[in-house]
């Protein structure tokens, strides 16, 4: 769960002329010619003065290089910002600040030019300060991926494999032709194989995705097709890749891309990984490439005698590739800045940040105390509840009623809510009894998009499914990756029969499953996923003679005989919804498992619970409780809640007094409602041991948890304040140019 520090922005630059995305404004007549885009309106070069340029180092506790200060003019070139880059960052980004009317456009078109310099500064400034220390040293957490590093032992260190020296950089740039590749040449020297792949698989897959949109508006000119609007809920990151993911073919020579760009004068079977859109012909894509050539010819990002038979010989390619790839190495190096934060004092700011926000929440009121749960994810924690409750969390797995049981149940002749009606309802064989639920996934094969892949290798099969082909979803996330999803076991293929249609299509036949049946292939999945037969449970056998419920039966048929007299409490007078409550069970060992470690990957908890959320997401018809973190917020068996009575009853039982991966199933007049305890709040700390900055790197712990959200802040920061010291040192007249009256017109327009 690595952090960016800063979002990579580059491509986007000059692909929105591509994109159209100012079609039919006028901004910009009069600025379009070539020679104008052309012009030169600022240059940086940090390296015209070495005691400056000594003193920005010392800003980062680093003393420059004797020998890299007396080379610094071979090092070093003048980086040209020229009026093409300001207008392309100004219709990417600046539009929206004038439209809004936040700025004008002198101010928005200075404080874009301010930053394109600062970004020329900060490249420079990596260069000169990792041939100064003979080696590029990075701050793991602030690094997505560590192929091409080395752990650096007992500190937060990676260091890139690969010498670093002055003619080793030389050597590579002067190899270059053309000052764009020079560029390149100089930023791929300091960055991984697997960083610079990454670059170019950006760049390429940009360009792909513009005359993508090309082509769907050529393809959609041309056909009368509609697709289906079904649609079901997904998990929050399914098919979500690593921010450094691109497709990998392993050859002799390492890790390569496995992907190109798709003009339609090549094959797509020539693009690996590169998927064409659907409808896409060899007609339709070359037209489309036709309209992205054209739109880089009027806005100059072409000349008209290039070759374009090869996307990446364009001198627009390289273009689009030195941004990106100076934008990585800015990235990059805020995680070598990073490393000047001691643990220390990250220990001390992140104790600080933990207790301030204990003590925001003990001293909240109690009524708030369920909004706070509602807001738990990933970088928002409950660190504090009220002393004497219990609250807690339950996933529902919602198997509805179909439209003639919900007409039975109009007809039952009693006031819904009293004795009568809970007696009449739950014995009508009709009901409960005939409910039959299934798979509520058809979406993901037929859909907007079809999320399902034919399944392989090690995956749950029940007695149905076994003997024909199954199918899971979320392919990239499960096989192209194996990051998988937060909190979904991804294990569960649909239950029921797929074949594939020469359309593209499926026709699916799911199979119907009873409450018996779907309670034994719950508690199957869960033991499957977790790897042991936990999941348990025993039906509702009665009540005794005082009145209390009990659940120990191998059967429902106690349920199925209830009187009115089982839904009353001892004093003869209040409703008593204990015996709407058809089975309980519970997960051996969830309980065991401290809050802590609730979420680490390798304990039964984190195991049962991804199991549980993957058949909410295969059989809920609550699409509300779908991608809550932990559920719905309950609270205290105190104080009534909005839920129906028999949910809330069973909820609140449930986390009062079985607690933490405890299960009930509990009839209303929806259906069938599963509930799975996911967490409970005791009252005081939840965390007994509090932040734990030893434990900060064991994935899954809260201390993890609690770092990744809060080191991000504390890194920025302490990046910003150290760029913002190098940066009043080195932007000045001496190392930074303005020619501002070769843009003055653009700082005029607000005259016009």
């Not at 937060?156 to 764009?180: F, Q, T």
């Not at 917020?633 to 909005?642: D, H, K, L, Q, R």
Request: with cysteine; glycine share 6%.
């Amino acid at each position: 769960m690595k952090k960016k520090l800063v979002k990579i922005i580059s491509i986007v630059l000059a692909l929105a002329f591509s994109l159209g995305l100012m079609a039919g404004c006028e901004l910009f007549i009069g600025v379009d010619s070539n020679k104008d885009m052309e012009q030169v309106i600022a240059e940086v070069n940090i390296g015209e003065n070495e005691e400056v340029l000594s003193d920005a180092f010392e800003t980062l506790g680093a003393e420059l290089d004797a020998g890299v200060a007396s080379r610094v003019d071979e090092i070093l070139s003048t980086d040209a910002i020229h009026k093409r880059d300001l207008i392309a960052y100004f219709i990417s980004y600046g539009y929206s600040y004038v439209s809004s009317g936040s700025y004008t456009y002198a101010e928005t078109f200075e404080l874009l030019l301010d930053a394109l310099i600062d970004n020329k500064i900060n490249a420079q400034m990596a260069v000169l300060y990792y041939l100064s220390e003979g080696e590029v040293l990075v701050d793991r957490d602030n690094t997505d991926s560590h192929n091409g590093y080395t752990a650096v032992e007992g500190t937060d260190a990676l260091r890139m494999n690969g010498d670093i020296s002055v003619d080793g950089y030389l050597a590579a740039v002067n190899a270059a032709e053309g000052d764009d590749a020079k560029a390149v040449a100089a930023y791929r020297y300091f960055l991984t194989d697997d960083e610079a792949n990454y670059a170019t698989y950006v760049v390429m897959s940009a360009i792909n995705n513009t005359i993508d949109t090309y082509e769907e508006d050529i393809i959609a000119e041309e056909s009368e097709e509609t697709t289906s609007d079904d649609s079901r809920t997904v998990p929050t990151g399914a098919n979500v890749l690593d921010d450094t993911y691109y497709p990998v073919v392993k050859t002799e020579n390492g890790r390569e891309i496995d992907y190109a760009v798709y003009t339609g004068f090549n094959t797509v079977s020539e693009c690996g990984k590169y998927e064409k859109v659907e409808g896409s012909t060899v007609y339709t894509r070359t037209r489309a490439y036709a309209r992205f050539l054209n739109a880089l010819r009027q806005n100059n990002l072409i000349s008209d005698d290039e070759s374009t038979y090869d996307v990446t010989a364009l001198t627009y390619f390289e273009m689009e590739l030195k941004s990106q790839m100076q934008a990585m190495i800015i990235n990059k190096f805020i995680a070598t800045i990073n490393l000047g934060m001691t643990e220390t004092l990250e220990e001390q700011t992140l104790q600080n940040i933990y207790n301030q926000l204990v003590t925001s929440q003990s001293v909240a009121a109690q009524s708030n105390f369920v909004s706070t749960m509602d807001g738990v994810s990933d970088t928002s924690f409950v660190l504090y509840s009220p002393e004497d409750h219990t609250y807690g969390y339950v996933y529902n797995i919602l198997l509805p009623f179909d439209a003639d049981q919900n007409l039975t149940l109009t007809e039952i002749p009693f006031t819904a809510g009293t004795k009568e009606y809970y007696a009449a309802r739950n014995t009508n064989r009709e009901l409960f009894y005939s409910l039959q639920a299934t798979d509520q996934r058809a979406a993901w094969f037929n859909g907007e998009t079809d999320y399902s892949y034919l399944a392989e290798g090690d995956y749950y099969v029940n007695a149905a499914n076994a003997g024909r082909d199954n199918y899971l979803f979320f392919e990239d996330s499960y096989v192209t990756s194996d990051d998988g999803i937060a909190r979904y076991a991804g294990k569960y293929p649909y239950n029921g029969e797929v074949v594939p249609q020469d359309d593209d299509t499926y026709k699916l036949t799911p199979e119907k499953i009873g409450i018996d049946g779907f309670i034994t292939e719950m508690q199957a999945y869960i033991n499957y996923v977790v790897g042991a037969d936990v999941a348990s449970g025993s039906y509702f056998s009665g009540k005794d003679a005082s009145g209390n419920a009990s659940w120990t039966a191998s059967t429902g048929d106690a349920f199925y005989n209830v009187t009115a007299s089982d839904f009353l409490k001892a004093d003869g007078r209040a409703i008593d919804q204990s015996a709407n409550i058809y089975y309980k069970g519970s997960v051996a060992g969830v309980a065991d498992v401290s809050k802590a470690d609730y979420l680490r990957e390798d304990t039964v908890s984190y195991k049962a619970l991804s199991a549980v959320n993957e058949l909410m997401f295969a059989y809920s018809t609550d699409t509300g409780c779908l991608n809550d973190y932990y559920g719905y917020s309950i609270e205290s068996i105190e104080t009534a809640t909005e839920f129906v009575k028999e949910f809330e009853y069973a909820a609140q039982d449930l986390i009062k007094n079985d607690g933490v991966g405890s299960y009930a199933v509990v009839a209303t007049d929806y259906g069938w409602h599963i509930i799975y305890v996911t967490f409970v709040f005791d009252g005081g700390l939840t965390y007994a041991d509090g932040f734990v900055y030893g434990d900060r790197r064991e994935e899954g712990t809260f201390s993890y948890y609690f770092y990744q959200a809060n080191k991000q802040s504390l890194a920025e920061n302490y990046a910003s304040d150290r760029q913002s010291e190098y940066d009043k040192l080195l932007n000045t007249d001496g190392s930074v140019k303005r020619y501002e009256d070769r843009y003055s017109d653009l700082l005029s327009m607000d005259a016009e």
